[in-house]
């Protein structure tokens, strides 16, 4: 981070301002998941005795202002403001408003260059300026007159600027640490994944990918990833959401990992600390690698779930799943950060290509993660409700078949899930032994041949 | 070495930062390229818009890079500006990648004067009259919403004088002019090595057209089909390997950071009205509008400026296919060129005399109509296996069915097709038919008080179940001269039985069917009886 302090006196004690020494700057970074990071510059401080004004440029320009802390011995904080009035050549005439200018007239003809002091009067619309004892509108004859400013105002600023007003118990240079929040500075996970079908084993990479929009840079920062995201008390008005339903989204973990590791922590986060101090440049994105494992076993599957009395006209796709452990033993070895796991095979050339990508949340060691990465195309399911028949006033029996094709020339294993079996449904009868994943759903585990087909037949009892 | 030079009431200059060890290298244009063409997994089966290709690609592009010793940024440059910067992958490298990066600022005025704010430059103010031009040497204060600059004289607004002022820089202040990527990366010896990148990149899309032809006698079709694929892109793959890919994948990435193609300086100044006239305010109201449009949609602007557009390059070659885990690869066999802005056909596949059954059909609901009319649907159905000249995967697209008429072959209707795998049955959508109207009648219901069952709910409210029996007719006119098959459908209610009827039904999809064949200029009736069983609620 470019943060250049400027001390200056307070006009009442009417000291010149001085620059604190750079050199000894330590930035550090500390980026979590809810796109907040926590900034921390120290550095040498080289500030007068009593009170006075210290600015920092170019700290982020969407600094939660509420949030910053300036620590340095000796030094009390009397007010701190953030000043986003930015320098434009508006604000520079509006602000010279009843002050001298200089104008620079040159002559068309023979160049001759003529310069004369004149007040500004008014910037509305246009800018009327009082010169001498006449009153004139600036460049109203069209003709190039240049308007020289002697100085910038101090409260118009290049860059939004911080400005925090000190009260020093003694002169002299001290190390002082700015820290705040700001918003702005993301990070999340990117993976990798390498599938082998020969050897049912997957090559995952996982990248640990920095954004950064808040309109600074951040030089040789020391940076420390949180995988995790506080809570933050939102202002401004809240309305209550509502809630509507939503059919459950498919559940990538399978098994919650009960591995500890080795990674460092806070709290319950963990954390994630860069190797070696890093410039994150504005509107950048920075990849730094952080898991790089070879040859784990993984297992390529299929899965259909079929909503209550669902009927599809034409066969619809199974979804493809790879399954595979985080674990230390034949898994990744590590806890994975939130992010998106994208597939890649090798095609009959040797070149890998892109077969789909999954989500996966923040996940501990050791867990079995089943991600599905889109729609099987020769693996297809064709449920079809074949009968109901009213039992009584309150059940109801239902016939159900579910035709499974598979056009590869390997025979595949499809986990077919029924699921709305709610209150106390029964399966009076099926074709294939089921197991109850849960009280709402069923699963058969059906074996398709090679181009061929396998119909699983099931007669549900239900109150509705 | 970096000098920062600053102005605020008076002169402080910068502290020098400790010499900066890394090396800055460009790694050569690629020398072989790779293109993976996705169709957008939400598009319907219509033609492609090149403005707004909702698909992505796989690029893959090899390069060899020359790397001293020490701390090198390698920069990659011409990628696509639709890349996903965080699909990138470098392959190759010997070891010692720290980072990568993708900077979505791009050169432009705009992000140089924003870069240069605070350094030194030289203004270049030029007489008009006598063109003589003066250099004065000054810093750039500020570059918000217009430029304020500083020289010796103090501090002016940059193009308001009305002296035609111009900055010039020393450098480009490490501003890339094309989409770029770059690594970090260590290396003990200097090296000289070929690497892959590779990234997914949006702004590319596929589709498959396919055209078919039925045969005079209505027994076959020919059936034929091109890839177009199209990349909307402002970089062109030359000679690349090029392959589609078909299936629905999922896609989770976000919306990417649009690359900044950056804008002209805007010198804004203070108002500026004459007492003479009010146009310059609307100039530059004009241009402040002009650069907000520019803000909201550079990519869109892009397009825009790129014209001609709408080129389509058909390629003579026939596309392979293979399989490619759930997925199905087609692969073009010949290197070709993906060019910028361009959609580019590849003929998939040409099948002819594929046997085919014309089918007419309709959904009733004899419950609920009353005497309604329907026209028929028209179907061509086969299935997709090797006896009937097809037996491979047909990817989702749109199809267009021609028929002969004399000489000629007129489209008769366009529908979609579904990822259809081997073996599957196939059902083309052939539009309907005027000459075939279905009309369903409901003639009587009967409720048998014998079978009644009333249960007490609460005092005055019980419920009462009853069995109901209903007969009813459909009948269905041809108006051609030729007998048709005929497949009537039933959509039945929960509990609702076919328990008589005077054709055979069978079931289909759980609901009954018959199927029937319709004499030449005739009339058909199908008289059938329904039973159900139904629940009431009964207030006395």
């Given at each position: 981070m470019r943060t250049r302090v400027i001390v200056m006196a307070s006009a009442l004690l009417g000291t010149v301002p001085v620059a604190a020494s750079a050199a000894d700057r330590a930035v550090s970074v500390t980026i979590y998941n809810n796109d907040l990071a926590l900034i921390q510059d120290k550095r040498d401080l080289q500030v007068q005795g009593g009170r006075q004004r210290v600015e920092f440029q170019d700290?982020?320009?969407?600094?939660?202002?509420?949030?910053v802390s300036l620590a340095a011995s000796d030094l009390s904080i009397v007010e701190q403001n953030f000043d986003f009035d930015l320098l434009t050549p508006g604000k520079l005439m509006e602000k010279a408003v009843g002050q001298e200018i200089t104008l620079v007239r040159v002559n068309?003809?023979?160049?001759v260059e003529t310069r004369e002091q004149a007040q500004v009067l008014?910037?509305?619309?246009g800018v009327v300026l009082k010169i001498g004892d006449h009153i004139e509108v600036l460049r109203d004859d069209g003709l190039p007159v240049r308007v020289i400013f002697a100085k910038v105002p101090?409260?118009?600023?290049a860059h939004p600027t911080l400005s925090v007003t000190v009260n020093s118990t003694r002169a002299g240079t001290r190390t002082a640490t700015l820290s705040y929040l700001t918003p702005g500075l993301g990070w999340k996970a990117d993976y990798v994944a390498l599938y082998d079908e020969k050897e049912s084993k997957i090559d995952v990479q996982g990248w640990i990918t920095l954004t950064n929009s808040t309109g600074t840079t951040y030089d040789n920062a020391q940076t420390l990833l949180v995988a995790g995201a506080p809570n933050q008390v939102e202002g401004g008005n809240q309305y209550p959401q509502q809630q509507f339903y939503r059919p459950q989204?498919?559940?990538?973990?399978?098994q919650a990992g009960t591995e500890s590791g080795t990674r460092e922590r806070l709290g319950d986060y963990y954390l994630y600390p860069l190797a070696e101090r890093t410039t994150i440049a504005n509107q950048q994105t920075k990849q730094v690698s952080f898991l790089d494992v070879r040859g784990v076993p993984a297992e390529h599957g299929y899965e259909y779930r079929n909503r209550w009395l669902g009927t599809q006209e034409k066969p619809a796709s199974a979804r493809t799943t790879y399954s595979f452990s985080t674990g230390s033993k034949a898994g990744l070895g590590d806890q994975l950060p939130a992010g998106i796991l994208r597939f890649y095979m090798k095609d009959q050339r040797g070149d890998p290509q892109f077969i789909g990508e999954s989500r996966i949340d923040h996940t501990p060691m050791g867990s079995r993660l089943s991600l599905d990465t889109g729609d099987a195309f020769d693996v297809k399911v064709k449920p079809t409700v074949l009968k109901r028949t009213r039992?009584?006033?309150?059940d109801w029996q239902s016939d159900m078949s579910y035709e499974l094709t598979n056009a590869l020339p390997r025979p595949v294993v499809v986990k077919l899930l029924q699921d709305?079996?709610?209150?106390?449904?029964?399966?009076?009868?099926?074709?294939l032994k089921s197991t109850?994943?849960?009280?709402?759903v069923a699963e058969w585990s059906v074996t398709v041949p090679a181009n061929g087909s396998t119909t699983v037949t099931a007669t549900f009892e239900t109150r509705f | 070495m970096r000098r920062h030079c600053w102005w605020l009431g008076l002169v402080v200059c910068g502290v020098a930062h400790a010499a900066d060890p890394v090396h800055e290298v460009a790694a050569d244009p690629p020398n072989d390229l790779a293109v993976t063409v996705y169709r957008s997994?939400?598009?319907?089966?219509?033609?492609?818009e090149l403005d707004d290709l909702e698909g992505f690609a796989l690029i893959r592009e090899t390069r060899v890079i020359r790397i001293p010793a020490g701390e090198t940024r390698v920069r990659f440059e011409g990628?696509?500006?639709?890349?996903?910067?965080?699909s990138a992958i470098v392959s190759g490298?010997?070891?010692?990648?720290?980072e990568r990066n993708r900077d979505a600022a791009l050169l432009s005025p705009e992000t140089l004067i924003a870069a240069t704010a605070g350094k030194a430059v030289t203004l270049v103010r030029s007489n008009r009259r006598t063109g003589k031009a003066e250099r004065v040497s000054g810093t750039i204060t500020a570059s918000n919403d217009g430029v304020v600059f500083h020289t010796a004289d103090g501090f002016e607004a940059l193009?308001?004088?009305?002296?035609p002022e111009d900055v010039e820089f020393?450098?480009?202040?490490?501003?890339?002019?094309a989409p770029t990527l770059s690594i970090l990366v260590r290396t003990a010896a200097p090296l000289t090595q070929e690497v892959t990148l590779s990234y997914l990149a949006r702004g590319f899309d596929w589709a498959a057209d396919y055209s078919a032809t039925l045969s005079p006698d209505g027994k076959t079709l020919d059936l034929g089909a091109w890839v177009t694929l199209g990349n909307s892109n402002g970089i062109g793959f030359p000679s690349a390997h090029t392959q589609v890919v078909a299936g629905k994948l999922n896609r989770e990435t976000d919306e990417v950071d649009p690359i900044d193609l950056g804008g002209p300086v805007i010198a804004r100044c203070w108002p500026q009205g004459k007492t003479s006239d009010v146009a310059i305010l609307q100039i530059a109201r004009d241009a402040s509008e002009r650069r907000s449009a520019a803000l909201a949609a550079p990519m869109a602007l892009a397009a825009k400026s790129?014209?001609?557009?709408e080129e389509i390059m058909v390629t003579g070659s026939r596309i392979q296919q293979e399989q490619l885990g759930d997925l199905k690869l087609y692969r073009v066999p010949e290197r070709t060129t993906v060019a910028s802005r361009q959609s580019k056909q590849v003929r998939l596949l040409d099948r002819q005399a594929i046997p085919v059954r014309i089918l007419y059909t309709a959904f009733v609901s004899p419950e609920e109509t009353e005497g309604q009319s329907q026209i028929a649907k028209v179907l061509l159905r086969t299935r997709n296996v090797k006896e009937s000249h097809l037996g491979l995967p047909l990817p989702s697209g749109r199809l267009s069915l021609f028929e002969h008429h004399g000489e000629d072959s007129l489209l008769v209707n366009e529908a979609p097709v579904r990822d259809t795998a081997v073996n599957e049955e196939v059902e083309i959508d052939a539009g309907t038919s005027n000459d075939v109207h279905v009309v369903t009648v409901a003639e009587e219901t009967n409720i048998d008080e014998g079978t009644a069952k009333t249960i007490s709910l609460v005092p005055g409210i019980s419920l009462r179940n009853v069995a109901e029996t209903g007969t009813g007719r459909t009948e269905i006119s041809n108006a051609r001269s030729a007998p048709i098959e005929f497949e009537l459908r039933m959509r039945l209610p929960?509990?609702?039985?076919?328990?008589?009827?005077?054709h055979r039904v069978g079931t289909k999809n759980g609901q009954p069917i018959f199927r029937l064949t319709v004499p030449a200029n005739g009339t058909l009736t199908v008289r059938y009886q329904l039973a159900s069983f139904k629940t009431e609620l009964v207030r006395p």
């Open positions: 700290v982020s320009a969407r600094i939660r202002p509420e949030t068309p003809l023979n160049g008014a910037t509305n619309g101090d409260n118009l600023r989204p498919r559940n990538n973990l399978q039992l009584s006033t309150f709305g079996l709610i209150a106390d449904s029964r399966i009076l009868k099926e074709s109850r994943r849960s009280a709402d | 997994p939400y598009r319907s089966a219509g033609s492609l990628v696509a500006d639709g890349i996903e910067p965080v490298l010997p070891g010692g990648l720290i193009q308001c004088s009305g002296f020393t450098s480009t202040a490490g501003l890339a002019a790129a014209g001609a557009l929960d509990g609702v039985r076919v328990i008589r009827a005077d």
